[in-house]
Structures are given as structure tokens and as C-alpha cells.
């Protein structure tokens, strides 16, 4: 079934540390995974994705990387600021349709 | 500059009024996604539209509709909104190619139910 599964659901980092989110997906046909950030009240923002031709992707401070063979992805945030406090989703593509981890907040304490 | 703009922001209406929230965009895009979000939760798919073509969710509630009149514009219309129905409602839209990603969120109509 469609199935999306994040962890930790919430975490506590402080100021310049790194942070990993995790993610597994049940659909071995499933070739997209979005990591959107959405901030207290406002809209997901998509901040980084990949295809399941790659096995990792990278922009600035932050990197996607995609185990097609365990089905699972995570995303990785460098030297984390204040700023980056927020919600992260992670999402797969399934068929047409993007189903949606639970959700992560990430809270960054300075 | 928003690309996808959704109107109103916040919409109050009351238990079994009918209310409907529009969505905009700029980007000509085919598909047009609406999605409910409650609290603390994922963004939930309720239907979308590729191009004309209407898509709707197998759990999405008969109390829920949609309406595409033109490329650019996609209403929700909620014809009896229970207490249930408050949430943030957001739409998205995408291209069609690629697998019809990736989309683009709007910044979502908090709808409050009285």
C-alpha cells in the first residue's frame, strides 16, 4: 500500500550541529521523494528532491540521500541554524500521487 | 512574487454553511492539487485536476468539491462544513511531465468552523 514512514518526529539539535531525518517508502516503483520544510503557519516549501536514477544530491547545507535497495531516504542538514527550525516532511511518489511522511520538527536551539 | 495564490487566508464560516476557496496560479501549469491539512499532521490529497480531467481521492468525503473553470483558477467548495472540515486547506500545482513533479504549494486558507 501507499506507505510513508519519518523519523524521529521531532528532534533537538543545537546551533551548528547536523541533523538527519529519515524516511522509508513501501512501493519499490516509487522513483521521486520531495523533502519539503514548512514553517508555523506558512506553506511546505520544497527545499531539495530526488529521482531514484541518483543516489545522493546536495545543495549548500543540505543533502538527500536515496538506498533504493532498503527503500529508504533521509535528508541531512549541516551546521544548522536558528532558522531551519520548522517542520520537515518527506514525501514519495506514488503512481501520481505524492503521499506524505508524518512530519519532523526540528528545533534548533541557539 | 507568489505564483500560486490562494484566496482568502483565513475564511471563518459557519457549521453547515457553504463556503468555497479559490486557488491562482501563474505558472500554466496542467495540474492543480488541493489538499487538508489539520494540525500537526501531513498534508492530506483531496482530489486534483489534470487539465479538465477531474481526480478525486477514494476516501475524500462527498462533502467536498471542486471546480476548474479555466487553467489558471481551481475552487474547493465545502457544501455543508462540519467541525470536522477546520484546517488549513492548501493547493499545489505541477506540470505534467516528469511524473507531474514537482509541486508548488500555495500559502493555504485557514478555514475555522463556528
Known amino acids: 500500500g501507499e506507505n510513508v514512514e519519518q523519523h524521529p518526529s521531532t528532534l533537538s539539535v543545537q546551533e551548528g550541529d547536523s541533523a538527519v531525518i529519515k524516511c522509508t517508502y513501501s512501493d519499490s516503483a516509487s522513483n521521486y521523494f520531495p523533502w519539503y520544510k514548512q514553517e508555523l503557519g506558512k506553506r511546505p516549501q520544497l527545499i531539495i528532491d530526488i529521482r531514484s536514477n541518483v543516489g545522493e544530491k546536495k545543495d549548500q547545507r543540505i543533502a538527500v540521500t536515496l538506498n533504493k535497495t532498503a527503500k529508504h531516504f533521509s535528508l541531512h542538514i549541516t551546521e544548522t541554524q536558528p532558522e531551519d527550525s520548522a517542520v520537515y516532511f518527506c514525501a514519495a511518489l506514488y503512481g501520481n500521487k505524492l503521499v506524505f511522511g508524518a512530519g519532523t520538527i526540528l528545533r534548533v536551539k541557539s | 512574487d507568489a505564483m500560486v495564490i490562494q484566496n482568502p487566508r483565513y475564511q471563518v464560516t459557519q457549521f453547515g454553511k457553504p463556503v468555497t476557496l479559490s486557488c491562482s496560479q501563474t505558472?500554466?501549469?496542467?495540474?492543480m492539487y488541493w489538499y487538508q491539512q489539520k494540525s500537526s499532521q501531513a498534508p492530506k490529497l483531496l482530489f486534483h485536476?489534470?487539465?479538465?480531467?477531474?481526480?478525486n481521492e477514494a476516501d475524500t468525503p462527498d462533502n467536498f468539491q471542486s471546480r476548474r473553470p479555466n487553467t489558471s483558477f481551481c475552487f474547493l467548495d465545502i457544501r455543508s462544513p462540519g467541525l470536522g472540515d477546520a484546517a488549513m486547506y492548501l493547493c499545489?500545482?505541477?506540470?505534467?511531465?516528469?511524473?507531474?513533479?514537482?509541486?508548488?504549494f500555495g500559502d493555504g486558507t485557514r478555514l475555522s468552523i463556528l
Open positions: 499545489a500545482t505541477s506540470t505534467a511531465g516528469q511524473g507531474k513533479v514537482p509541486q508548488h
Open positions: 505558472l500554466n501549469h496542467n495540474v
Open positions: 485536476y489534470y487539465d479538465k480531467d477531474f481526480n
